[in-house]
C-alpha cells in the first residue's frame, strides 16, 4: 500500500536527520521490494560511457539471491580484469544516475557490515 503525503513527508526528514541509522536498518530487515521482479536484469549504464555500453547490472533469482554483472568495453587480451564503472553526484558532478548512485552507498555500506560481523578467511600464503 502506497503512503499518503504526510508519511512521505516525515520519512523525509527522518532521512535527512538520520541517514545512517535508516540505511543499517533497511540492510538489517528482510523484505522484498514489490517494484522489482525476479529473474530480470536491471542494467544501467556508467555515466562515463562516451558511447559504449560498459554497464553495472543486478539481478534476483527466483529464490531471491542476488546478482550483480558487470559488462566492460575493455580488450579482452589487455589482461586488465579490473572494471570500474562510475556512477556520478548529481548535479554538480554531471551525474544522470542519483538512484543508483544512492543504491551503491546502500550497498558499500551492507558489505562494509557484513565485513565487520564475518570478516572473510584470511588467505594462506603457500
Do not use: C
Amino acid at each position: 500500500m502506497p503512503a499518503d503525503k504526510r508519511t512521505l513527508n516525515r520519512l523525509r526528514k527522518l532521512v535527512k536527520r538520520y541517514p545512517d541509522e535508516l540505511a543499517k536498518l533497511l540492510l538489517e530487515g528482510h523484505f522484498w521490494l514489490s517494484a522489482l521482479q525476479p529473474n530480470i536484469i536491471y542494467r544501467r549504464r556508467s555515466d562515463d560511457t562516451d558511447g559504449l555500453d560498459s554497464t553495472l547490472g543486478v539481478s534476483f533469482s527466483q529464490d531471491s539471491d542476488g546478482w550483480i554483472d558487470i559488462i566492460s568495453d575493455i580488450d579482452p587480451e589487455s589482461g586488465d580484469r579490473h572494471f570500474t564503472h562510475r556512477f556520478r553526484v548529481p548535479l554538480i558532478g554531471g551525474g544522470r544516475s542519483p538512484r543508483v548512485r544512492n543504491a551503491l552507498l546502500v550497498l558499500a555500506l551492507a558489505i562494509k557490515l557484513d565485513n565487520e560481523e564475518l570478516p572473510d578467511p584470511r588467505r594462506r600464503i603457500h
